[in-house]
């Protein structure tokens, strides 16, 4: 078999895992052997829990196969992700796969910036596929406005924005009303498939969509594939007799007693005077049908219509859905050939200035300032801190301790600097945790992460919008320390406090992409995140020298990145040592970012992966015990009689 199709699967397999001393096993998907050709728009059929969602995130890479492989435009989903991600266009379930604060411009351009696609290019791109689908107008409205229908609509074209060959669609229609599901299926076939000439693989319940849809379809139950082909030879496959149908005006059940027809039966209206029904009658072949018309037409009635009767893939798909299945015959096995090069995209630096564009302005700031009570109390969350620091400065402005001897004396500039650069130096910490947890609640971890943009770039990127909202906290309260408070930095080597900060930051980060690997498996809220910064707090001379801490604390202390960089900075903006001066301090800030940057990648990448096994990339632990804790009291009500079930 050649191996030139757009989507072929080999013995495709997921086995689900539950429990932690007796383990259990589900079987999703099992052995899977599919076949989808360039330009062929097929569909995948079943029952829930059949196994299409499955299938469609390990085809999209999403989720890791437990066994078998598959290839998608030529590349293998395992060894080949990139490429895979670049070669396919995901429309998935659910309204929540965008953010609901941003327009639908907005949104799509954030998205196409993942693909490395120029701003440029991805707005005229954007514009063209909003005025095939008509939503052209309401390019500037934000999604959370926007209709179901829209919202489907909007899903498709952020499919189509980066011109990949082939389109995953997972219940595109899913929830839309009549008019808009015939508009998504007209697109879809009219344009997508026939002018486009995209590949498309659906998954839907609707037998009538698939039947109008599809070239191909496939019906799964219990993980497997029960039958492959044609909507016309499936329903063939299910045609037992011969019957025609026949509609008639005066008629009625005397017409199978004049006519002596045996194996035939009238539905009609008792009672009414026009005689209107039909007429089925089972014959042993077509070539009976014209003389049937004559006798008819002989004994007096009149004929509306005649057509033979028809299987329909809701006939194919209960029988199916209805037994255990097996597959018929010999399995067809897929040949693979050569696999291709890996080769690694060039990514300039417009596309990376860009692509910080998008996570910085178009998703952090546009979303912050669309909160507009958020953007008023995060100011105030600054300046009500920095006034605590400000009479607390007034009181110790004097104030002169032996322990404070080597910061230049004053506990003012001790503790403006700590205070400072203390969020700035923790937000590296906490920021890529929260990010994930946010993205995971939202629903767009998903498509966030089966883009092409490297697990390193994507968390670099994330970080880039906490630290500059911490740099302007961190300039306020600086500010506040020299133009109230006298803080003075004359003799300040700025050179040597940057790269103290940057080794704090970069140190802070490999411990918080820790923290995210931890959140993408357990689902929940990160309590490292918590502890560590408040043990940070206390321990690293954020509001007093460590030099007052019992001799073992201090022993802590020297553990924490947090405590080597704040000394740094202090001495450097205080006390004005040189980068020389600071080499003790830098070496360690540098060993503890050679060991937990790595480190950080690694145990996210695994968390990333345990995730991908699991299938759980989106789930959020807290979402579903809240959810079970509103059916639970729901239950509650129905026994208490306050509510109907």
Known sequence: MSDDAAIVTKDLTKVFVSGFIKHKEFRAVDSVNLRVEKGEFFGLLGPNGAGKTTLIKMISTLTIPTSGTAKVAGYDIIKQERQVRNSIGLVGVGERIFYWRLTGMQNLLFFASLYNIPLKDAEARAEELLKMV???????????????????????VRALLTDAPILLLDEPSIGLDPISAKQVRDFLKNHVQAKMGKTILLTTHYMEEAEELCDRVAFMNRGRLAAVGTPRELKESMRTENAVVIELENGGPWVTEKL????????????????????????????????????LIDIGVKI???????????????????????????????????????????????????????????RGFYVWISYKTQVVFTVLGWLLPVFSYYFIGVMYKNAVAPSLAAYGGSYVSFMVVGVAFQGY?????????????????????????????????????????????????????????????????????????????LLAILS???????????????????????????????????FFPISVLPSWLRTVSYLLPLTWSLEAIRYALLDGYSIVRLSWYLEVLSIFTLITVPLGLLAFSIGFRVARKEGSISQYRWVRRDVFRYAEFRELGVALGLRER
């Open 134 to 156: 008509g939503l052209y107008q309401f390019a500037d409205t934000r999604y959370m406005n926007y209709s179901t229908g829209m919202q489907r609509k909007l899903a498709i």
């Open 260 to 295: 002596g027809l045996k194996g035939a039966w009238w539905n009609g209206v008792a009672g009414d005077p026009t005689g209107r029904g039909t007429l089925r009658v089972v014959v042993k072949s077509l070539e009976e049908v014209p003389d049937l018309i004559k006798a």
């Open 304 to 362: 509306t219509q005649v057509k033979m009767e028809e299987p329909s893939l809701y006939d194919v798909f209960v029988k199916l859905a209805g037994t255990q299945i097996q597959m018929e015959g010999p399995v067809q096995r897929v040949g693979f050939g050569q696999r291709r090069e890996r080769g690694r995209p060039r990514v300039g630096l417009r596309i990376v200035l860009e692509k910080l564009y998008s996570f910085v302005v178009i």
């Open 425 to 501: 130096v923790s937000s590296a910490f906490t920021t890529l945790s929260s990010r994930i947890r946010n993205e995971q609640l939202m629903g767009t971890l998903e498509y966030v992460l089966m883009s092409p943009t490297r697990l390193s770039s994507f968390l670099f990127y994330n970080a880039a919008w906490a630290f500059l909202l911490n740099s302007l906290n961190a300039g306020l309260i600086l500010g506040v320390g020299v133009f109230l408070l006298g803080v003075s930095f004359s003799h300040a080597d700025l050179a040597a406090a940057a790269l103290a900060l």
């Open 508 to 542: 802070n980060m490999g411990l918080g992409m820790a923290s995210a690997g931890v959140i993408m498996v357990t689902k929940q809220g990160d309590p490292i995140s918590f502890l560590f910064t408040a043990i940070s707090n206390l321990l690293s001379g954020v």
